[in-house]
T-cell receptor
């Protein structure tokens, strides 16, 4: 059973600090990695995707991929209260099936 | 652009009733999906359609049927609703396959089966 694991949280971070969200996956042949944000009662929306080892930056968001250690992270710099949401990690496995984590609830405290 | 449009937004059914959830996308995407989301369980794939004319089962297909009516539309049918089907249902689409293309989600349908 291929798995994607996330700490369910809640992860509480002070406003202005860096929020670090982590995701591990079991299929070593996984090819693509996605982070989605989901506000309470809303649908998931894509934040970032990454395919290659290393870092990918987009504004305040940085995705970090380490295939050797089988983890992907999402860093949110200068965290704002509007970043409070559940963050879903999704991994495209070696069969190009999308495996979802259960999500980490992030709370940014003013 | 509307993106992915789902109807209805809310629905209450009695056990044994049937209904169809409608989904349409205007992004000319090839692939479409139906997911359900239950508290603490994340997103689970019910059915997907990799291209017009094809449909495949996902992780939790029992009790559901789908129709890819054309490239834009992908419907989900519950033939005989059960309380276990109480959930939030999301339709999504992607340009390519689910494993390598980002998904775009509709606003969801909150279904309660009593």
């Amino acid at each position: 059973q291929k798995e994607v694991e996330q700490n369910s949280g809640p992860l509480s971070v002070p406003e202005g600090a860096i929020a670090s969200l982590n995701c591990t996956y079991s299929d070593r042949g996984s090819q693509s990695f996605f982070w989605y944000r989901q506000y309470s009662g809303k649908s998931p929306e894509l934040i970032m995707f990454i395919y290659s080892n290393g870092d990918k930056e987009d504004g305040r968001f940085t995705a970090q991929l380490n295939k050797a250690s089988q983890y992907v992270s999402l860093l949110i710099r200068d965290s704002q209260p509007s970043d409070s949401a559940t963050y879903l990690c999704a991994v495209g496995d070696s069969n190009y099936q999308l495996i979802w984590g259960a999500g980490t609830k992030l709370i940014i405290k003013p | 652009n509307a993106g992915v449009t789902q109807t209805p937004k809310f629905q209450v059914l009695k056990t044994g009733q049937s209904m169809t959830l409608q989904c349409a996308q205007d992004m000319n995407h090839n692939s479409m999906y139906w997911y359900r989301q239950d508290p603490g369980m994340g997103l689970r794939l019910i059915y997907y359609s990799a291209s017009e004319g094809t449909t495949d089962k996902g992780e939790v297909p029992n009790g559901y049927n789908v129709s890819r009516l054309n490239k834009r539309e992908f419907s989900l049918r519950l033939e005989s609703a059960a309380p276990s089907q109480t959930s939030v249902y999301f339709c999504a689409s992607s340009e390519g396959g689910q494993g390598y293309s980002p998904l775009h989600f509709g606003n969801g349908t909150r279904l309660t089966v009593t």
